[in-house]
Every structure is written in C-alpha cells, then in structure tokens.
C-alpha cells in the first residue's frame, strides 16, 4: 500500500508527463521499490481532479436495515413459528405422538429383524 507521499509523487509525476510507465520508472528511481500499477496511478490521479484531495475517504459501513424491515422480519418469523404448530403441534403434544410410535417400532424390531436407529430416525436392515 502506497504512502500518501507515494501517491502524490505518481500524481505530480503523471500530470507533468502524463505516462504511466514514466511515472513508474520514477518512482522506481526514487523509492526503491515496486511502483504501483497503472490503474492506481491513473485513479489517484483522478481523484486529486475532482477532489483536491489524495485522502481515503469515509467508508459507508455496514448498511442500516430500516424499522419497516425488522417488522417484516419479525412478523414473517412469528408467522412461520404460527404455522409449524399448525402442522405439528405444540411441544407436548408432538412428544406424545412420538410415544405412540414406540410400541410399533419395538414390535417391528421383535418381529421383523428391523431396528430403529433413534438418534437418526432412520429404519434400517440388520445385514446392512
């Protein structure tokens, strides 16, 4: 990263030569060092133009999320919430539908070989 005495040698060097590869081999004299690329050279030069000024400007940040979006957000999420209930029911009563399961599963591992595997909730075969 170029110090601001870097860059206002490029930008001094470019307008009385107005050569990019001049300007390097200046500053490759003066320096020391590998010169900046050509578009920095030119982009800081432009930006003195406009500007008067080789200064970094103010980043924007992270952008602001409106009050009217958090309320959308938050309705869609109470929304979603609403309509898993509607699906699956509250905590007891999908607890006790899953108690009602049990007996049918221990009868299938007694009768036909098959286990259960809880953790995955996944039906498999004994040779697999």
């Known amino acids: 990263m170029a110090s601001l005495q870097q860059k ?3 930008v001094l060097e470019f307008a009385k030569t107005n050569s990019v590869v001049t300007v390097q081999r200046a500053f490759r004299r003066r320096f020391g060092i590998n ?3 050509p578009t ?5 030069f432009r930006q003195f133009q406009e500007s008067g000024c080789l200064c970094k400007g103010k980043s924007l ?3 602001r999320v409106s009050a009217e979006a958090l309320r959308r957000a938050d309705h869609s999420s109470k929304e979603a919430y609403r309509l898993c209930e509607q699906d ?3 905590g ?3 607890r006790a539908q ?3 399961v049990e007996p049918l599963m221990n009868e299938m591992k007694e009768n036909l070989g098959v ?3 809880t953790d995955t909730r996944t039906l498999g075969l004994p040779w697999e």
């Open 35 to 37: 010169p900046p690329c």
């Open 98 to 100: 899953q108690r009602s």
């Open 92 to 94: 007891k009563e999908a």
């Open 88 to 90: 699956y029911g509250t």
């Open 115 to 117: 286990f259960y595997s």
């Open 8 to 10: 206002a040698f490029c």
């Open 61 to 63: 940040g992270r952008p």
């Open 40 to 44: 920095n050279i030119r982009r800081w």
